[in-house]
């Protein structure tokens, strides 16, 4: 079995880095575009005078409609700042780490279906030629000629 390329196994290791990065990214903007459009059509149905919005605390449905908007828009903040953290590359090194592992696995795998190791012999007695002289082996240690074998 031969080396693993270690420079085509970090060329591996950034592009799946950068494919990851940028499904994050995708995803912590849809999760902040869902939230804010989910709290905004509630501040709407609450500002349009919904009446369990007045009985759940609120004074008015118009405090309730400001109340979701502030939490849509809090929400929306939250999963912006998620993807800007992940952008930081703080946590670059662990997701480098893992991501490393999973391509040296595979190169294993790789390998290995590539080269296919040399089976083992299971019975070497019955696998050998014509010619040869069958013998077992006792419990003392002795070689016996096996009978009926020949």
Do not use: C
């Amino acid at each position: 079995m031969t080396g693993i390329d270690y420079q085509d196994l970090n060329e591996r290791v950034d592009k799946s880095l950068r494919k990851r990065k940028k499904i994050a990214r995708g995803v912590f903007f849809g999760a902040s575009v869902l939230m804010f459009i989910i709290f905004t059509l509630l501040a709407l149905t609450a500002f349009a005078g919904n009446p369990l919005m007045a009985s759940r605390g609120f004074a008015t449905s118009q405090d309730a409609a400001v109340f979701l908007l502030i939490v849509g828009w809090l929400t929306s903040l939250m999963f912006h700042g998620f993807g800007m953290l992940f952008d930081s590359g703080l946590f670059d090194k662990s997701m480098r780490a893992q991501i490393a592992s999973q391509q040296m696995g595979m190169a294993i795998v790789e390998r290995m279906e590539a080269e296919p190791m040399e089976k083992a012999k299971r019975n070497e007695l019955t696998e050998n030629s014509g010619d040869a002289e069958v013998v077992e082996l006792t419990d003392d240690g002795e070689l016996k000629r096996a009978q009926g074998k020949s």
